[in-house]
């Protein structure tokens, strides 16, 4: 298992894998995997500072998704539930401020796992939400902002991402993060800018209530 240090007041790079996929239908969200990988003063990735959790979902996988992540039902029968992790996953992100590519989709899907459970809130009651996607399309507007495309751009080593992974897509994401901020200092600024605002949009559409604009 690799280390589940709390993140505390650092950046925390989110990933998540589910059980559908993106179109989602009416079927419920399903988390099949999660990742964190934290970044200290906006440096580098911390050693050993990581979260990584195959969850079972306990129905059958959507063969769109599985040909996404590769993630079988007979593979994470042998892992734990969500609810049996979901503590553990909180306390770690507690005060974080968190990464995330794809903010509004993977929070979504995080938040229905907590609301299942009750009792537990939402992510954003836990900890600020940034969404990467939002600072690439400012950045580099009108050009493909996928993970790929910006590991290619930022010449970060993405080879080995034949299929998603939460925990490999959140390394990923945390050079890019470190590439995109290189020379900013703090990690979250104000959110009084237009792409703030545009990003605030994308989240509130997924019902998550705060973001730290990632500049």
């Known amino acids: 298992r690799d280390g589940t240090e709390q993140a505390d007041a650092d950046a925390a790079v ?35 500072r990581r979260f990584q959790r195959y969850l ?8 769109g998704a599985l040909e996404v992540h590769g993630l079988s039902l007979e593979f994470l029968r042998e892992h734990p539930r969500f609810a049996e992790v979901a503590d553990e996953f909180l306390a770690f992100i507690a005060g974080a401020e968190l990464v995330i590519h794809n903010a509004p989709f993977d929070v979504a899907f995080l938040d229905h796992e907590l609301a299942r459970l009750g009792g537990r809130g939402r992510i954003a009651d836990h900890a600020s939400v940034g ?8 950045r580099f507007p009108g050009q493909k902002n996928s993970l790929d495309a910006l590991c290619k751009r930022f010449g970060v080593d993405a080879s080995q991402r034949e299929l998603h992974g939460a925990l490999l897509d959140a390394s990923l994401l945390a050079d890019v993060y470190l ?31 705060r973001l730290v604009e990632l500049t």
Not at 56 to 63: A, G, V
Not at 179 to 207: E, F, I, N, S, W
């Open 14 to 48: 989110v990933e998540a894998e589910a059980g559908i996929g993106r179109g989602g239908g009416a079927r419920p969200a399903q988390i099949v995997e999660c990742g964190v990988v934290v970044v200290v003063d906006a440096e580098a990735p911390a050693p050993g």
């Open 56 to 63: 079972n979902p306990e129905r059958e996988i959507d063969q």
């Open 179 to 209: 590439a995109m901020t290189a020379g900013q200092g703090d990690l979250a600024l104000a959110v009084d800018t237009v792409p703030a605002r545009a990003a605030q949009q994308l989240l509130q559409a997924a019902g998550v209530g």
């Open 131 to 138: 969404i990467a996607l939002a600072l690439a399309r400012e």
